[in-house]
């Protein structure tokens, strides 16, 4: 058997830049606004229309010539002659002259003539049309043509996340489309000879397929469409079936497999009949992580330990995915966070009081130290760490 040459024991930054070169910014598509949200902006969105699209009032109340209401007070009320009103969608078309107000409502445009607006709060209505003012009109009421923004004002840079006040912004710059990157498609396979689907029975050996629930989320959670391709039984040749089934996705993700052990069939299969960029990264846990090829589709072997497979993902697969950055903080250490030699290690931390302290359990089949933990300390090869340190935390959620 010849093996072709591949990355062994690489550093993490290394991992993190080879899964993201296997995943290169998708391509474009348009999607109503509605199914917007969570996605990423293919490109740039500049505004097509103003807004406000008119000068409007921002209150309830009358649109007046400032001039006019100076020296009105509660002492000494000004009166104005109503002359009409001005409301949402229907707008005054005469012109508001000296000595004359117009009703005016939230979001209706400003009737020409009038510069300031008075609160209903602070108004009196008399008789044929009387308006007595218990203030001056103020000219910070009104809400300039434009304020917001104008047309051909850049709104969202290209990239961004959509959120709701995102989309929002889109839909009020005159958009009904937009413009989205494609969902990343991944497939997702579980192996091992001992892992069940829940549901069923289990002997003693043998665990849950907790991994595909964890990552299956983690991709909902980075916008992935997810094909599940279930399980398969520890067999190279059961293996190299499914994978041929995975055709046209962008990532197949599978879990276990991918250790030292006799029965890791995943990282035979890849090395003697696929290919492998690196296998091992210099990271704890989740150190026999591989990247590989199998007839042109990419493969993120993550290891099958519970905890390995999920802090993979977030090192590796969301900053890819999500083209962010991984979710960093810096906080003071509540107790001592050992090394890992030369790897960079990843440690469950509880927040006690703006401070993290290790959780009691760090072994990575232990899954209640992620579940419980909201953060992963980092702590690099030499980096000795005391209480009262400060060091780099990886929010979880
Ligand atoms: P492996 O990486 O295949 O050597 O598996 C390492 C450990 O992870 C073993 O204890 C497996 O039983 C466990 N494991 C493997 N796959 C899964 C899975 N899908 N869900 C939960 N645990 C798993
Ligand atoms: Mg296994």
Known sequence: M?????????????AQSAVQQVLPVPEREWVAPEQAYGRRLAESLAARTAHPSATESALDGIAARLEDTRMASEQSPVTLRGVGESRAGEAYSGEVGPGECVRIYTGAPLPSGADAICPVERLEFGAEGEVRLLAPARREDVRPLGDDFVAGDELLPAGVRLTPARVALAVAGGHAALPVRRRWRVVLLSTGDEVRAPGTPLNPGEVYDSNRYGLRGLLHECGAEVLDLGHAPDSVNDLAARLDAAGGADLLLTSGG???????????????????????????????TLLGRWNGLSVLGLPGNPVSSLVVFELLVRPALTGEELRTVRLRAAAPFAAAGDKVAFWRGELRGGEVAPYPKQSSGVLRSLSDARVLVRV???QQVQAGDELDVLLLD
């Open 2 to 14: 010849v093996m072709k040459p591949f990355a062994q024991f690489i550093s993490l930054a290394e």
């Open 258 to 288: 991918v250790s030292m052990g006799r029965y890791d069939f995943m990282r035979d299969l890849l090395m003697e009949r696929g290919e492998v960029t690196f296998w091992k990264v210099r990271l704890k846990p989740g150190g026999p």
């Open 380 to 382: 690099d090869p030499g």
